[in-house]
């Protein structure tokens, strides 16, 4: 009912920034709270932030409070994440994903984008 595709990965240096997108189309975005995921190598998947439909509340991952921030424009169908103070830590690929409730567990999620790599060299 609805695709993803997420965009605004990179190859960047610590500190530095990266602004990530996802873009939906299918039935309207607003239908949806959103999250964001990543998957470093080795490693589980693991939520770093979610936004309700209207944007009204999020959540963040303790790893990215006050680094990252979600947002997202229901006219254009884009939900984005600001990642900011980037670490080699953050290094995963990054995945957004759409649920029909506010959640932050992965399995719930009932939508996913193909990801887009982030990496942050030190």
């Known amino acids: 009912q609805v695709q993803l595709v997420e965009s605004g990965g990179g190859l960047v240096q610590a500190g530095d920034s990266l602004r990530l997108s996802c873009a939906a189309s299918g039935r309207p975005f607003s239908t949806y709270t959103v999250g964001w995921f990543r998957q470093a190598p080795g490693k589980e998947r693991e939520f770093v932030a979610v936004?309700?439909?209207?944007?009204?509340?999020?959540s963040y991952a303790d790893s990215v409070k006050g680094r990252f921030t979600i947002s997202r424009d229901n006219l254009k169908n884009t939900v984005s994440l600001q990642m900011n103070s980037l670490k080699p830590e953050d290094t995963a690929v990054y995945y957004c994903?759409?649920?029909?409730?506010?959640?932050?567990?992965?399995?719930?999620?009932?939508?996913w984008g193909q990801g887009t790599q982030v990496t942050v060299s030190s």
């Open positions: 994903a759409a649920s029909a409730w506010f959640t932050i567990r992965g399995n719930d999620y009932d939508y």
């Open positions: 936004i309700t439909r209207s944007g009204s509340r999020t």
